[in-house]
């Protein structure tokens, strides 16, 4: 997933424990009984199996504004990557008797109306989304994942292995400003304006689905209370300080 390139120097991991416990220690045919804990799965397979599908189609739109037949290239394999990753979504949502259309479609006014918003006017713009818009929503899931039957968080944390996305991007908006200074500042604000849109688009897709929100506050069983709430916003944010300061951006 574009969304889920990180750097090096990329915040730490969500604070799990050292041995999961509740749903985290089941596998999927265990969980799965709770009907709540189901329907917040499906929604979630639903959200990332459609985000899959955006950034596939909106890699390959990006690739046109590629300078070089080398960077358009790149962008053709990560945008393959992105669809790979959509096919093993759609394929288990299949697989635990669930239709992939039905699942995505609560999402697509969401991700569309977030790159509509989002639509970048060049190609440097279209690198900083994926690596520093993009990778919030990777941060969020990454978070819920630790909470997930272990059967599903093997499978989430997988659609969300770097792509190569993320040194790519540094590599080229890091030149870019070497080369004219002054597109960091222009970047910089577009970078801002990117995290807001997407902490909003975050809050928007878990109010709107009432197993998925009930899940993250810990109506199904580890959920995150509201204060554990508090701290992954916290976390999601200093990973995005530290995207900025890898692209050599202000925050």
Request: no cysteine.
């Amino acid at each position: 997933m574009t969304s889920s390139d990180k750097p090096d120097n990329a915040a730490d991991s969500p604070e799990t424990p050292a041995g999961h416990t509740g749903v985290a220690a089941m596998d999927w045919a265990a969980a799965s009984a709770d009907p709540q804990y189901r329907a917040a799965v499906v929604d979630l397979l639903g959200a990332l199996a459609y985000g899959e599908l955006a950034a596939f189609e909106r890699l390959a739109e990006d690739a046109k504004l590629a300078p070089t037949l080398a960077d358009k290239a790149e962008l053709a394999k990560m945008a393959s990557a992105e669809f790979h990753h959509f096919e093993r979504l759609r394929d288990r949502l299949a697989e635990i008797g669930e239709e992939p259309t039905r699942a995505m479609e609560p999402f697509v006014a969401a991700y569309d109306g977030f790159h509509k918003q989002t639509a970048p006017s060049d190609w440097l713009e279209g690198l900083v989304k994926a690596y520093v818009g993009d990778s919030i929503a990777s941060d969020f899931y990454r978070e819920v994942a630790a909470r997930l039957d272990a059967d599903t968080r093997a499978l989430v944390l997988a659609v969300l292995d770097d792509t190569g996305h993320g040194g790519f991007a540094v590599e080229k908006v890091r030149a870019a400003i070497d080369a004219d200074p002054r597109v960091g500042g222009r970047l910089a604000l577009w970078a801002r304006r990117l995290m807001g849109e997407a902490l909003s688009q975050s809050q928007r897709v878990v109010a709107d689905r009432d197993a998925l929100s009930t899940m993250l506050v810990g109506g199904v069983a580890d959920g995150f209370d509201l204060a554990e709430v508090g701290k992954m916003f916290s976390r999601i944010t200093e990973a995005h300080t530290k995207r900025m300061a890898a692209l050599g951006l202000a925050a």
